[in-house]
């Protein structure tokens, strides 16, 4: 199995294949190729022909130094100072993973032939994929305009054998792997370094990996939220189809029928309940999490736009004979996007610890904070505490990155998008989630622990006895730090198993 990148994009399912534990080989298009070959001679004729005519980032600076015409034999140092001088990254490093699917990425937007560059150039990124050869980038420097810069020049570092990178696990100076790997640094040709580092390939990799985590958390809150729903003993009324079907919105139908589904075989649901209604936690569990998922839906069609685009400027026409250049590197519908998804994710923890709260709130049978005998025990006091406070965390994390912006290059570029800080705070966000997950998933087994013998639906049943033998039920305190990891750990698992199965449907 591998993942063919050409002028028809891969499913955005299908770059899951990227980042998993066990990475899907690249394959280049014959089309692919034959375009960067065009684009590429195009480019080259065009310079021999008209060496008096400025084109942007080809034979020009950059930036504000747009005007300074480069001379001929200073066009290669001119590639090459660009890289150079835009690695400037800071903060934290961003995860292997994520890197590796930039690259799939970057190789993705220069598959189109709209960008000069060298077919060595790009074949030495699928190399870099292949060989495990990852450079190292940093979460902070990009401004979400002119592309993302400041990542893009640390991925491209290596292809001239300087930066970092990691090599099969190993950390080490670029020119070591390279030497490692037995590869020559690359010459770069008029274009390149400027191809390479234009584009919103940082913002993308993040943008597409969150979906798809968010997507499969979900589903995974779903489960999720029917466990509590038995645990807390609720009503199945609030998922009856007829209440959907007057309110038609897709996530909410489509959340009432999978916990329907979830519970039908349920023995806890049928049985006689005595309350009038349940809290909203419960009862507007469609409504919550269906608007989640239709946020979700809106920005995959975004990035899916996104990942069959050119990204870069200025950008090559040789059909039409045109040179243009434009703005296609602003990454506004991705900041716009990536601040929604924080928005989705973010409301799926709030009423996640809202029901968790509830299990613990000493009423339909169950004991206080459901703890085994409640004073000389404080149960699942805490970790309550600890969904709150990572719960409120995301909401502080959900102020907009894209409605800010802030001039650069002495005003050359005057209004950019943030969308790589909204990428990030959006990845915390999702580590966020999928631990406060995790904590209602200790409190909803340990309800249904109380409740026993009855049992939950047959599938829920199964999967809680996966969980169980990572998470036991609570029998007396303990230390419940390796619990709240071992069921964030759990998530991450069973979301990577959807997400391989997900993308190998695909193919």
Not at 156 to 169: A, Q
Request: with cysteine; net charge negative; aromatic share 6%.
């Amino acid at each position: 199995m591998s993942l063919s990148l050409g002028l028809t994009p891969a499913r955005l399912d299908r770059w899951a294949h990227t980042f998993l534990p066990a990475p899907a080989p690249l394959t280049l298009a014959p089309e692919a190729r034959e375009a960067i070959t065009r684009s590429f001679r195009y480019l080259s004729d065009r310079l021999a022909g008209a060496r008096d005519t400025a084109l942007y980032g080809i034979n020009t600076g950059f930036g504000y130094l747009c005007d300074k015409v480069i001379r001929a034999e200073d066009l290669k140092t001119l590639q090459l100072n660009l890289i150079r001088s835009h690695a400037c990254g800071a903060g934290a490093e961003v995860p292997r993973e994520l890197v590796r699917l930039m690259l799939a990425l970057k190789v993705q937007s220069l598959a189109y032939g709209h960008s000069g560059v060298h077919p060595d150039t790009v074949e030495r990124l699928i190399a870099c994929y292949h060989a495990d050869l990852i450079p190292v980038v940093y979460e902070q420097g990009s401004l979400g305009a002119s592309g993302d810069l400041a990542p893009l020049a640390h991925l491209s570092l290596p292809l001239i054998g300087e930066g970092e990178v990691w090599l099969r696990g190993e950390r080490m100076p670029a020119g070591r792997a390279l030497q490692a790997l037995g590869w020559a640094p690359l010459e770069l040709h008029p274009k390149e370094g400027l191809a390479l580092l234009n584009g919103t390939q940082f913002m993308l990799a993040y943008g597409v990996y969150l979906l798809l985590h968010g997507k499969a958390l979900w589903h995974l809150a779903n489960r999720i939220a029917a466990l509590s729903l038995d645990g807390f003993a609720c009503k199945s009324e609030p998922f009856h189809p007829l209440l959907h079907e007057i309110r038609p919105h897709q996530g909410q139908v489509k959340t009432a029928a999978s916990v329907r589904e979830l519970l039908l075989d349920s023995e806890i649901t049928h049985q006689p309940r005595t309350q009038v209604q349940d809290p909203y936690s419960f009862r507007c569990i469609p409504q919550v999490h269906g608007a989640s998922y239709d946020l979700m839906t809106w920005v995959q069609q975004v990035l899916e736009t996104e990942t069959a685009s050119v990204s870069d400027n200025p950008n090559i026409f040789p059909d039409e004979d045109l040179i243009l250049s434009g703005g296609n590197f602003h990454g506004q519908p991705l900041a716009l996007a990536l601040d929604s998804l924080a928005l989705a994710l973010a409301e799926l923890g709030s009423i996640s610890g809202r029901r968790t709260y509830q299990l613990l709130s000493g009423v339909r049978g169950l004991p206080l904070f459901l703890a085994p005998d409640p004073g000389l025990h404080s149960g699942l006091m805490i970790p309550q505490y600890t969904a709150a406070g990572i719960v409120s965390q995301n909401k502080q994390l959900c102020t907009p990155a894209s409605v800010d912006t802030i001039p650069s290059s002495n005003n050359q570029e005057d209004h950019v998008s943030m969308g790589a800080n909204a990428a990030t705070k959006c990845y915390r966000i999702l580590q966020n989630l999928r631990q406060i997950l995790g904590i209602e998933l200790i409190a909803a087994s340990q309800a249904l622990y109380l409740r026993e013998p009855l049992r939950t639906g047959r599938n829920l049943q199964t999967w809680v006895h996966a969980f169980r033998e990572m998470v036991p039920p609570l029998t007396a305190d303990r230390i419940l730090h390796p619990d709240m990891v071992r069921a964030r750990d759990f998530l991450q698992q069973e979301a990577e198993e959807m997400l391989r199965i997900n993308a190998e449907s695909s193919d």
